[in-house]
């Protein structure tokens, strides 16, 4: 059993900064990436950033110069460093991990329940 929550979301002004936390409960599962999307009003969920076990990052390029993705290992937490908030940043944000389920056997992804970012004035 996997569960992801999310905290950290809410209404800040253009410019601003948030940071998102998402805390995993694991039970027969090793983490290999933990990451973001996001799903603005009436449009798909997108790719934001991930963080690789060992570290390693990567961006949409839309965040990159703006975003800031680290995780707590000890505490299969993930972190999302927001700054320079603009209103197109709008959306829910989705906390997601990656990794091998050894009850099932299998390579799994889960998903948190989504936190709200709303960038306005």
């Known amino acids: 059993q996997v569960q992801l929550v999310e905290s950290g979301g809410g209404l800040v002004q253009p410019g601003g900064s948030l940071r998102l936390s998402c805390a995993a409960s694991?039970?027969?599962?090793?983490?290999?990436?933990m990451g973001w999307y996001r799903q603005a009003p009436g449009k798909q969920r997108v790719f934001v950033a991930i963080?690789?076990?060992?570290?390693?990052?990567n961006y949409v390029d839309s965040v990159k110069g703006r975003f800031t993705i680290s995780r707590d290992n000890a505490k299969n937490t993930v972190f999302l460093q927001m700054n320079s908030l603009q209103p197109e940043d709008t959306a829910t944000y989705y906390c997601?991990?990656?990794?091998?389920?050894?009850?099932?056997?299998?390579?799994?992804?889960?998903w948190g329940k989504g936190t709200l970012v709303t960038v306005s004035s």
């Open positions: 997601y991990t990656n990794g091998f389920n050894s009850r099932r056997n299998s390579v799994m992804v889960y």
């Open positions: 963080i690789t076990s060992d570290g390693n990052t």
């Open positions: 694991l039970s027969s599962f090793r983490i290999n990436a």
